[in-house]
């Protein structure tokens, strides 16, 4: 471990060791503020793996502001983590925060990833995660959860992270809300998916349980491949629901999801858009969504569920399968200029019928389309 002044000021961790990193890591928590504003960006500086078996962040820092973790580049700094405890947990450790230009790679199954726990007395807010990647099993990647006092674990960017194709989550890469019980965990808001790679095996990538707000926007590229969720024979079976927008109680104002320039691939009928069953006071938009890919090896499949009142709408949408409303229907679903490659008509219908809607619940949906 050394400490090198070029430009910015970095504590540099060279060796990839599990001492060596907790022993820069120690030299860079040394070094800060006494209102914990960190003097030094945290360099994860080789090409290689580097098996840890501590978690990466101690507890009892006291909240710290500032904090920088880079490595050299996605696939060459690799951090392997073999544990189901947390890689990282920050109990209201992290604002202002940014990590970058590294993979996670899990070695067992269901490992944990990083977890952000946010109260109004200990809060993370404002982060960053750009160029990061997740790679194996995972209990889930990205987890926000908070006590009965929850707050903020707000205001959180994700740019260019990406899912290997072997990567699974047995909860979801992004989960919102670890604990519903907890009505204060709808102050989790505003997510931001950028130019996203969410290429992942099998399982979940954005799951609200509480909390809401998720703005996903540039090139974004969701599909299932199944590579390490194997039938009898050895074949790939991609399956796992991308989006799920839990069904609270939630208090108004804070469901609010829109994706725009998604491309998702829907490789199997056991591998869905979107299920949501958020309330009438949510909002769900996809603009310029392509869903096409498969449609012609799959078929005319079920792409999505709406199982709640919240409005959803599709503007310049190539869509590839048919929509599910059970439960509660939502107060209208609009398509705005949309084409369905099955040939799927615009209206509601019931579940053996051919509208881009099908439904089971006793009052028809509300389809509007132009």
């Not at 990647?141 to 072997?166: H, V």
């Not at 909860?171 to 604990?179: Q, R």
């Not at 040939?343 to 053996?352: D, E, M, R, S, Y």
Request: proline letters at 5%.
């Amino acid at each position: 471990m050394t400490v090198g002044y070029v430009g910015l000021p970095y504590t540099v961790i060279d060796t990839p060791t599990d001492a060596a990193v907790q022993a820069g890591i120690s030299a860079w928590l040394a070094d800060k503020t006494p209102a914990g504003m960190m003097r030094t960006r945290l360099l994860f500086k080789w090409i290689g793996t580097a098996k840890l078996l501590t978690p990466l962040l101690p507890a009892g820092t006291g909240q710290l502001q500032g904090v920088f973790w880079e490595g050299l580049a996605k696939r060459g700094t690799i951090l392997q983590w073999a544990s189901a405890d947390p890689i990282v947990s920050a109990r209201g450790q992290l604002r202002n925060f940014r990590l970058s230009r590294f993979s996670l790679q899990s070695v067992v199954p269901n490992a944990g990833g990083l977890y952000l726990l946010s109260s109004a007395a200990a809060s993370n807010q404002d982060g960053a995660l750009e160029d990061v990647e997740w790679m194996g099993s995972w209990a889930y990647g990205f987890g926000l959860n908070g006590p009965a006092t929850a707050n903020l674990n707000s205001e959180i960017a994700f740019i260019r992270c990406a899912l290997s194709n072997d990567a699974s989550f047995t909860n979801a890469w992004l989960w919102s809300g670890m604990t519903p019980a907890h009505p204060q965990e709808d102050q989790f808001v505003n997510y931001h998916l950028q130019d996203c790679k969410l290429e992942g095996s099998h399982g979940t990538w954005v799951r609200m349980d509480k909390g809401g707000c998720v703005v996903a926007d540039g090139f974004n590229s969701w599909l299932h491949t199944g590579q390490s969720n194997l039938d009898a024979t050895g074949n790939p079976q991609p399956a796992g629901t991308m989006v799920i927008l839990g069904p609270g109680p939630h208090a108004d104002g804070v469901q609010m999801f829109h994706a725009t320039g998604v491309r998702a691939e829907l490789r199997s009928a056991n591998s869905r858009l979107i299920d949501s069953a958020w309330g009438a006071a949510g909002h769900i938009r996809w603009d310029m969504l392509d869903d096409t890919a498969n449609a012609n090896t799959v078929g005319n499949q079920q792409s999505a569920t709406y199982r709640g009142a919240a409005r959803a709408s599709y503007r310049d949408c190539a869509l590839g399968g048919w929509h599910m409303v059970t439960g509660s229907p939502p107060a209208q679903i609009t398509y705005d200029s949309c084409h369905s490659r099955p040939g799927n008509a615009f209206k509601a219908t019931n579940p053996t019928g051919n509208g881009i809607v099908r439904y089971n619940t006793a009052a028809v949906p509300a389809v509007v389309a132009r």
